[in-house]
T-cell receptor
Framework: QKEVEQDPGPLSVPEGAIVSLNCTYS??????FMWYRQYSRKGPELLMY????GNKEDGRFTAQVDKSSKYISLFIRDSQPSDSATYLC???????????FGKGTKLSVIP | DGGITQSPKYLFRKEGQNVTLSCEQN?????MYWYRQDPGQGLRLIYY???????QKGDIAEGYSVSREKKESFPLTVTSAQKNPTAFYLC?????????????FGDGTRLSIL
């Protein structure tokens, strides 16, 4: 079983829709959870960072962590065409230098 | 503006040639990282450095070398021993080399074989 699983998509939604992106992980020692957005031919940009179970909101973005189920989600409300990108989850354990990345989900928001 | 600058944006390598990718940061971050990104695969760690004059191998270090002589610079050399170098290379940095410090990325260098 891979350490981090992420559905690669592609995912296509109409403008204004609520988008749900998800990752599952296998190692219960993971404690830090990040979501990155990557536009084509660009580097990943940090969107959300959290280390506890529950929800964290930032504008149209909400990160959700369920440690008991080893499941993390990113919700995008009122999606815009500018949200079209690949979204990467990244997870790390306490005291570890290394991030484990999901393979990314490609999202297209259609006007 | 603070950030991470990678150069060149595109690079071509001939057979048997070593090439060096540049990464410079002005964020005053201690830790720096090099990743390789291939289509359909997640980012894979090549090397990382938590402090000047010190670096460690990541998961796929074979065929690569690095140096860390200055805090702001972490160049990556792709040697001729790397038989499949075509990929998108990403440099990142963080305040410290621990998991509770998120990593910030440059805009990458795309390396291709001539």
């Amino acid at each position: 079983q891979k350490e981090v699983e992420q559905d690669p998509g592609p995912l296509s939604v109409p403008e204004g829709a609520i988008v749900s992106l998800n990752c599952t992980y296998s190692n219960s020692a993971f404690q830090y959870f990040m979501w990155y957005r990557q536009y084509s031919r660009k580097g990943p940009e940090l969107l959300m960072y959290t280390y506890s179970s529950g929800n964290k909101e930032d504008g149209r973005f909400t990160a959700q962590v369920d440690k008991s189920s080893k499941y993390i989600s990113l919700f995008i409300r009122d999606s815009q065409p500018s949200d079209s990108a690949t979204y990467l989850c990244a997870i790390s354990g306490a005291g570890s230098y290394q991030l484990t990345f999901g393979k990314g989900t490609k999202l297209s928001v259609i006007p | 503006d603070g950030g991470i600058t990678q150069s060149p944006k595109y690079l071509f390598r001939k057979e048997g040639q070593n090439v060096t990718l540049s990464c410079e940061q002005n964020l005053n971050h201690d830790a720096m990282y090099w990743y390789r990104q291939d289509p359909g695969q997640g980012l894979r760690l090549i090397y990382y450095s938590q402090i000047v004059n010190d670096f460690q191998k990541g998961d796929i270090a074979e065929g690569y070398s690095v140096s860390r002589e200055k805090k702001e610079s972490f160049p990556l050399t792709v040697t001729s021993a790397q038989k499949n170098p075509t990929a998108f290379y990403l440099c990142a940095s963080s305040i410290g080399g621990r998991s509770n410090q998120p990593q910030h990325f440059g805009d990458g260098t795309r390396l291709s074989i001539l």
